[in-house]
């Protein structure tokens, strides 16, 4: 073994000066043989709507499909200019809802995206419907839920609706999307000074991760949809006015009260007390929720505001009185950005119960 191991050696320092006489190519081509065909591919450009490679989806599977764009996907020229395009075969078991979901790529003080919008075509391709920027909705990292720009929509029994079709715009591409800061977030919502941290911005690009995921509606699922369903309304409203949205000051005293109410209970050996008032303010959020769903898009003239709760009402039913008036009363003067602030305080709200005790 010895002996074959000296040969070995003296073989390669045999080899070495030719080697370095053929030049850095030839050994850069032995390390790396794959590097050649990623550097003729080329993107496939094409010319009309039905020549899109449309993947094929069902609703046999929960989990969401994710599809890497980049340079080298299909493109076409659409809205006047050329766009990576990514398309999909809807099922024909309808009812079910359609999330499509850019993720964001974000490094410590930047980020990307592909910022889409979305064709929705029927058998002959037609365009029957178009999900543009303004029905795409930001959302910050939430738990194992990815920072995204994504849209929702529902697919019913009887609808045209064959194929989708998910594509930038020249127009999109000189965008930025502000995104979510933890540092100054936490600040306003406690009342103090933002830390003088430069904002994070994700521009728009023709690269990135794209999800989508298909839910069937079913008996068994309405009732798990009715929960979400405050998502999908806050989806159809513009984008403007989520970037609107500032912390509530009110929403700080509420949360002092009441933790302080349900401390005093305790402290009294109340603890069935306290318990019961700690379950009272959890529902702040799924109320104002509800609220928000029933109001929205509906006729102004319509909505009335909640009467003023007794006197001798609980400390959380006037919580829940301040948000579902707030709501209506923003919703009635048109004011949605302020409506969704409220809904997004009394989820903080009830959140901040949940973990205090």
């Not at 998910?166 to 502000?178: H, I, N, S």
């Not at 509906?298 to 909505?303: A, F, H, P, R, S």
């Amino acid at each position: 073994m010895k002996a074959r191991g000296r040969n070995t050696v003296k073989s390669i320092l045999w080899i070495i000066p030719l080697t370095l006489l053929g030049g850095c190519t030839a050994i850069d081509k032995g390390n790396h043989p794959e590097q050649p065909s990623f550097a003729t591919v080329q993107p496939s450009i094409i010319n009309n709507i039905s020549d899109v490679q449309y993947q094929t989806l069902n609703l046999g599977s929960e989990k969401k499909l994710t599809r890497t764009i980049n340079e080298a996907m299909q493109r076409m020229t659409l809205y006047g200019g050329v766009t990576p395009v990514i398309g999909y075969q809807l099922p024909e078991e309808a009812p079910y809802t359609v999330e499509i979901a850019s993720l964001v790529s974000r490094t410590m003080n930047n980020g990307s995206v592909f910022y889409p919008e979305v064709l929705i075509l029927d058998e002959k391709y037609q365009t029957v419907n178009r999900l543009t920027a303004e029905e795409m909705t930001y959302h910050p990292r939430h738990f194992l839920s990815p920072e995204n720009i994504s849209t929702t929509l529902q697919v019913n029994p009887g609808d045209s609706a064959q194929y989708l079709l998910v594509y930038t715009t020249d127009q999109l591409r000189q965008e930025k999307t502000p995104l979510f800061n933890e540092a100054k977030a936490y600040a306003e919502a406690r009342g103090q000074v933002p830390p003088p941290v430069a904002d994070i911005e994700a521009i728009h690009t023709n690269h990135g991760e794209l999800q989508i995921k298909l839910t069937p509606i079913t008996p068994e699922t309405v009732r798990a949809r009715q929960s979400m369903e405050v998502d999908s309304k806050l989806r159809m409203v513009p984008t403007a006015a989520h970037k609107a949205i500032k912390s509530d000051r009110n929403v700080e005293v509420m949360i002092d009260e009441a933790i302080r109410h349900i401390q005093s209970e305790l402290e009294k050996g109340n603890t069935a007390q306290a318990m019961q008032l700690r379950q009272e303010t959890l529902t702040t959020a799924s109320q104002a929720e509800q609220t928000f769903i029933n109001t929205y898009g509906q006729d102004k003239t319509t909505l009335k505001l909640p009467a003023s709760p007794a006197d001798n009402a609980s400390a959380a039913e006037k919580v829940r009185h301040y948000f579902n008036f707030g709501i209506i009363n923003a919703l009635m003067s048109g004011d949605t950005s302020r409506a969704l602030l409220l809904v997004d305080e009394a989820r903080r709200f009830a959140n901040e119960m949940d973990r205090a005790f």
